[in-house]
């Protein structure tokens, strides 16, 4: 039986492994553990009320996890979540996780007032179990993606 907890600043040893959980869940380990952040930013990180972290464990192992940010609107006194990373250990897919992971996260929307949790996802075929999952919980919108590059103005 999994058990899901949000994690607080007093949990950066957890956080630490949910990092590399998701690692290895999204065969990215560079990504997730080559520049490890300090335990003090972690404490930092999820300390703050913008940053949510859940994980879901059982026997102790992390199983699955969560990673959302409230964004807070100017338009109207109102907040949206967006999940950031979401992923379910290969062995345990299929176990209710990843809804359960979900579940949390609207319980804690709700409770501060948030209008809408919102999620990107991969048109890869590989991403087809996530896009089932999200249909079944959301209303799909077709959107374009654009990572814009930081560059100082001098620089362009």
């Known amino acids: 039986m999994h058990r899901i907890r949000q994690l607080g600043a007093a949990d950066a040893a957890t956080m630490d492994a949910v990092l590399r959980f998701f690692g290895q869940a999204f065969g990215d380990p560079a990504s997730y553990t080559s ?29 699955g996890a969560l990673c959302a ?19 379910v250990a290969a062995t345990h897919r299929r176990r209710g996780i990843a809804t359960a992971l979900i579940a949390a996260l609207q319980d804690i929307a709700a409770a501060r007032g948030a209008w ?26 077709d959107v374009l993606h654009f ?3 930081v560059a100082r103005a001098a620089d362009r």
């Open 116 to 141: 809408v949790i919102f999620v990107q996802a991969d048109t890869a075929p590989e991403d087809a179990p996530a896009i089932a999952l999200y249909s079944k919980l959301g209303v799909r919108e």
């Open 35 to 63: 520049k490890p952040p300090s335990a003090a930013y972690l404490r930092k990180l999820l300390g703050r009320d913008s940053f949510i972290a859940l994980a879901a464990f059982e026997d102790g192992q992390v199983t």
């Open 69 to 87: 940010y409230e964004l807070h609107k100017f338009e109207q006194e109102r907040s949206e979540i967006y999940i950031y990373d979401l992923a």
């Open 147 to 149: 990572d814009i590059p």
